[in-house]
Structures are given as structure tokens and as C-alpha cells.
């Protein structure tokens, strides 16, 4: 029986100088100043390249996600994996000042990660376009171009109630936003694609739901009586080939208004599928679809 | 047949098995994505003393992540083993009493729940999954003692439906979650390493070795009662007690592991299967040598997961199985003619 004393024993003294000479992760050692203009800046995804690039920041920053393709400059900076799946080794070669992630789980754990080893990083949450407002501000303040977030967003608002002033008066216009034909999954009213259909002068055809993008069958499609059918297609290459099949698709539903007046609209993803200072340029190709006559092609 | 275990032949045995996987770890904290000099990372030749990008990648980075990879490959292949003993069944994993499953659906509704704290440096996935795990090889151990006492039927049963209903609840969740938290449990369900505390680690692998070690203990008694529970009985073994003991302990340490990495799946399995091929059945042996085989296989695989899509990486469970399946099959071919399968 002594051995199991023994082992016991270990067990207990190697967790107790443990505590004693490793101790517990002291979180938030910031390495650089932060007051100083950040020289060194890699973003961890998409939206989050375009809005340094809009601020100007462009030069400055060292490193993005796989996907950034917007601006063209930004597809030749170095690549730091994806933006679910990036790579720590990658951005530590590259010795960023500053770190601007996301807030959902991935993004929080890999700034933890990053924080633990004493990078100073920005994590903002784009899930609205109010979040997309205050991501612009936190970034151009933590980056040292406040001056020019100002500007952007309020730029972004003019053009944005512009669009809107243009349609106040009118009824809204009904749109089943589809994420996923087969299994149907649409928009739900819990999404910013929802609030661009709102400005755009469109109201969600699908009710409130439990999911944010819920999977829908065909009775509710039935039910839910749009006048606009949208697909945002994910490439822009295949643009034509998911036109075909959407209408080949949409043609069972032949008592639904939008397929009957042919208003089924493919279009390209890459404004509308990400919140981005594009974000006017999107609602202004939802607007387009919504009302061909009044904002032409 | 495989020649008898003399204590001089398994220490010589243990002792190369330990030392290949030293080389092993260290072969792989020099591979990466990114090129490192070892000269650069052990130099901390920048001025006033700054960390070198290359002294950070290896020590803050590669390190942990190496030695997570052993310590997890360690536990799940000696839990295999054991799992594989007490069940007499080719097929057990660690998982198949509901770890699995248990571990998944706390990881679920820690994400679906939205928490955010952190206890004692672990994520509320970790802390929610060990829960998880634990509880439900309790419950099943549980409903495996009502169906009767050294009805092995009956509790495989049992881990099989509550597997099978936990699944299911992890669908639901899965279907309702939101799409980003759906990416986190996704790689959490594969199996998916990053770098840890060293003091996780420390912790970590404190119950991990001390766990593995209790199972040598119970090496000989193992062996017995692989071979049937009645003959063990009747020559004195008291084979309740050993079995609650081997069952907690390597339940335990497979939610560590759980709670560290995820599900990193086929370890378990084959490894154990693999070393018993090529070395024989003896629990004394077994331990040991799976022990080190699987932290060597762990840490080749998660290499691989951090190579092959660089710089982004895979979910380690994906690679083990890609690696795990062919290789196995190979030594199944090769091997088991001469081999004793516990049955």
C-alpha cells in the first residue's frame, strides 16, 4: 500500500509547487505604450482590412486574414491564416504593435492568447451597424486617426440617408433573403442583413424566429408572400450559374408574388455579406433590386 | 507468441520508448509554419533583452503546444488500454462510456450559453466540458451497476445509448447556436490543440502522469481480470475494487485531456491495438510503452495539423485519423497472426 502513499504524496507536492514556482497566467501584460501611434498593425479579418484601409491605415498594416481581397492592396499583404482559424506563429513573426480582432469566441480566445504573451491588442464587435459605427471610432482612435473615423462615418451616414429619404414615403417592399437553398436558410430579423433590408425601403418577409438565420420550409416561404427573392452569391465567378439554378429553384413556388413577377435577384455578395464601410454601397445594390425604377440599374 | 516479460526487458524497453519520444518532441518544436533558428531562439541576442520573435515562437508557442500534445496523446492511450482490459472488448475507446458525448454537450452549452469567464486559467469550454465528461461516465457507471454486477453488456449498452442521447442534444444545440459559436465547437469537437499556460500544463500533466502511473500499479491485477472475472474472483483478486479504481482513474484523466484539447479522436483506439501487436498483451508492458506511443503519435499528428494548411491549421483530430487509420491497418495486416486478442 506504501507506493499509493507515495504517488499520493507526489501528486499533492508537485500541484502544490506548482502554485508556488509557475503560479496563475497573469493576463494583460501590455508590452507597447498605449498612447503611441501602433506602427505595426495586422488585422484578423476581412471588415476589419477594409476599415483600416479606409482610415488611411493602409501602409501600416502588416499582416491580414486569408480573405482579405478588399482593397486590392490588401490582398498582397502577408497572410495570417483564416479568420477562424489564424495562425499565433504567423503573427508573431510579423511583431505587431497592435492586434484588432473581432469579439465572437475564436477571435476572444486567440486575443487572449495573444494578450497572455503581452500583445496589445483591440477586439470590437461587428454584429450591427451600430457596432460597425463604433468599431470605426474604437479603431481609428486605438490607431491614432480619430480625425479620419469622424469623417468616414459620417460620411457613411449621408449616403446611407440619402438612400433612405429616397423610399421613406413608400410602402416597404417584401424580401425573403436566402442564405442557402437546399436546405432553405434565410435571414432572419435578428441580423444586420435585416437592418440593410430596412434601409434599403424593404421589410423582412419572415417573421421573428428563434435562429438568426433559420431554416425555413416551404409552407412558410408560401406564407410569407415576398415580392423580392435575394441570394447574395458567394463568389462572383459563379454569379451566372446561381442565377440559373435560382430561377430553375424558385419556379416550384409558383404562387410566391416574386416568382411570378420574376423579381428574383442574384447578386454579388462580397458588399452585402460582410459589415464593412462598403456598407452604403450595399444597401444601395439592395435598393436597386427592391426598386429597379427609382435607383436604376 | 511474444517472448516473457522480464522486468529487465520491459525497463530497457521503457527506457528507449521515453527517449525516442524526447527526440521526437524536439524534432517537432523546431518544425512550424514559420522558419525559426534555433540559434535566434535560444539567444535572446536582441537588445535590452527582448525576446527574439524566434525565442517566442519556440518557447511561448511550440513548447506548450508540444507538450499539451503529449500529455494528452499519454492519457488517452493509457485510458485506451485500460478501457480495452476491463471491457474485454477490441473496441472500447476511452470515449465509449460517454466521455465523448458528456465532454461535448458541457463545451456546447458553455458556447450556446455565451459564458466568458476563466477558472484557474481554463475557459468555460474546458471547465464545462471535464464536468460534463465526468458526470456522464458517473451516470453510466451507474446504470451499468444496476444492469448487474459484472455485466460488462450491460454498461457498454449504457455508454452507447447515453452516447447516443447526448449526441443528439448536441445537435439540437448545434442547430440553434449562432454561426461563429458554431466554428469554436466545430474545432472543439475535432479535436483542436493551441498553446496553454505552462501552469495548465503543469497541473495538467501532474494528473496525467500520476494517473497513468496509478494504472501500472494496477498492471498485474489488469491482466487477471482481462482474462475473465470469475477466474479472477476465485483466486483472490478483488475485482470490484480494481475496477472502480481503474474506471475512475482513467476516466479522470481522459477528461483531462477532454477538457484540454477537445475531442481528439482514434488515439485511443489504435494506439493501445498497435503496441499490443507488436510488443504482446501484458498490462505491465502495455501501459507504459502505449503511454509513450501515444504522446509520440499525438505530437507528430498536431505537427502535421500545423503544417499542412499553414497558416491556418486543422483540427488535430482530422490528422490522426488520416494518419491513424492506414498505419493501423498496415500493422493489423502485418502482425496478427501472432497476436492475443482480449476478448
Not at chain 2, 482481462?226 to 478483488?238: F, K, L, M, N, R
Request: proline share 6%.
Amino acid at each position: 500500500m506504501s507506493r499509493w502513499w507515495f504517488l499520493s504524496a507526489a501528486f499533492v507536492l508537485w500541484i502544490v509547487s506548482g502554485l508556488a514556482l509557475v503560479r496563475l497566467p497573469a493576463d494583460e501584460r501590455i508590452r507597447s505604450r498605449s498612447d503611441q501611434v501602433p506602427p505595426r498593425i495586422v488585422s484578423m479579418a476581412p471588415n476589419l482590412t477594409e476599415i483600416l484601409f479606409a482610415l488611411g491605415l493602409g501602409e501600416r498594416v502588416v499582416g491580414v486574414t486569408q480573405d482579405s481581397d478588399y482593397p486590392a492592396a490588401a490582398a498582397s499583404k502577408p497572410r495570417v491564416g483564416t479568420f477562424w482559424q489564424p495562425g499565433v506563429e504567423a503573427v508573431i513573426a510579423l511583431r505587431p504593435d497592435l492586434v484588432v480582432t473581432l469579439a465572437f469566441e475564436q477571435q476572444q480566445e486567440f486575443s487572449r492568447r495573444l494578450g497572455r504573451m503581452g500583445y496589445s491588442r483591440l477586439m470590437v464587435n461587428i454584429e450591427t451597424i451600430t457596432g460597425l459605427f463604433d468599431a470605426i471610432v474604437a479603431v481609428g482612435k486605438a490607431a491614432g486617426a480619430s480625425g479620419q473615423a469622424e469623417m468616414l462615418c459620417a460620411n457613411m451616414r449621408t449616403e446611407i440617408n440619402q438612400i433612405r429619404s429616397a423610399t421613406a414615403s413608400n410602402q416597404p417592399v417584401k424580401v425573403l433573403w436566402v442564405v442557402q437553398r437546399e436546405p432553405l436558410r434565410v435571414a432572419g430579423r435578428d441580423t444586420f442583413v435585416n437592418e440593410m433590408i430596412e434601409l434599403a425601403g424593404g421589410e423582412n418577409a419572415i417573421g421573428p424566429t428563434l435562429h438568426k438565420y433559420p431554416p425555413v420550409g416551404a409552407e412558410q416561404v408560401i406564407a410569407a408572400r415576398p415580392e423580392v427573392i435575394i441570394e447574395p452569391a458567394m463568389l462572383p465567378s459563379v454569379l451566372d450559374q446561381q442565377r440559373r439554378q435560382a430561377l430553375e429553384y424558385w419556379n416550384r413556388f409558383a404562387n410566391v408574388p416574386a416568382v411570378t413577377t420574376g423579381r428574383i435577384h442574384v447578386i454579388d455578395g462580397d458588399t452585402v455579406s460582410r459589415l464593412s464601410p462598403r456598407l452604403p454601397a450595399g444597401i444601395r445594390t439592395i435598393a436597386r433590386c427592391l426598386r429597379p425604377d427609382s435607383f436604376g440599374e | 507468441m511474444h517472448p516473457p516479460l522480464t522486468s529487465r526487458i520491459l525497463l530497457v524497453r521503457t527506457a528507449v520508448a521515453a527517449m525516442l519520444l524526447v527526440a521526437v518532441m524536439l524534432a517537432c518544436a523546431l518544425i512550424g509554419p514559420q522558419d525559426i533558428s534555433l540559434k535566434s531562439a535560444l539567444g535572446m541576442t536582441q537588445s535590452n533583452a527582448a525576446p527574439t520573435p524566434d525565442h517566442e515562437i519556440l518557447v511561448r508557442v511550440r513548447i506548450p503546444r508540444v507538450l499539451l500534445a503529449a500529455m494528452v496523446g499519454a492519457a488517452l492511450a493509457a485510458s485506451g488500454v485500460v478501457f480495452q482490459a476491463l471491457l474485454r472488448n477490441p473496441l472500447a475507446d476511452p470515449y465509449i462510456l460517454g466521455v465523448s458525448s458528456g465532454a461535448g454537450l458541457g463545451a456546447m452549452i458553455a458556447v450556446v450559453g455565451g459564458l466568458s469567464w476563466t477558472l484557474w486559467g481554463r475557459s468555460p469550454i474546458a471547465v464545462f466540458a471535464f464536468a460534463g465528461a465526468l458526470g456522464t461516465v458517473w451516470l453510466v457507471w451507474g446504470i451499468g451497476r444496476i444492469t448487474g454486477r459484472y455485466q460488462v453488456t450491460g454498461l457498454l449498452l449504457a455508454g452507447v445509448v447515453v452516447n447516443a442521447f447526448f449526441s443528439a442534444m448536441i445537435m439540437f444545440l448545434v442547430s440553434i447556436a449562432k454561426s461563429h459559436q458554431l466554428y469554436a465547437t466545430l474545432f472543439w469537437l475535432m479535436g483542436n490543440m493551441t498553446e496553454e499556460d505552462f501552469f495548465v500544463l503543469w497541473v495538467g500533466g501532474g494528473c496525467i502522469t500520476a494517473g497513468i502511473i496509478a494504472l501500472f500499479f494496477l498492471g498485474p491485477q489488469l491482466n487477471i481480470i482481462s482474462v475473465g472475472h470469475e477466474d479472477a474472483q476465485s483466486i483472490g483478486v478483488p475485482v470490484a475494487r480494481i475496477e472502480l479504481a481503474a474506471f475512475a482513474v482513467s476516466a479522470f484523466i481522459t477528461a483531462v485531456a477532454v477538457s484540454l484539447s477537445g475531442l481528439v479522436g482514434f488515439v485511443g483506439l489504435i494506439v493501445p491495438h498497435a503496441v499490443r501487436l507488436l510488443f504482446g498483451p501484458d498490462h505491465r508492458q502495455l501501459l507504459p510503452l502505449s503511454s509513450l506511443a501515444g504522446a509520440m503519435f499525438l505530437v507528430i499528428a498536431d505537427t502535421v495539423a500545423r503544417m499542412v494548411v499553414a497558416p491556418a491549421q486543422l483540427p488535430v483530430g482530422v490528422v490522426t485519423a488520416m494518419i491513424g487509420g492506414p498505419f493501423f491497418l498496415l500493422l493489423l495486416i502485418r502482425y496478427s497472426k501472432r497476436v492475443y486478442w482480449p476478448t
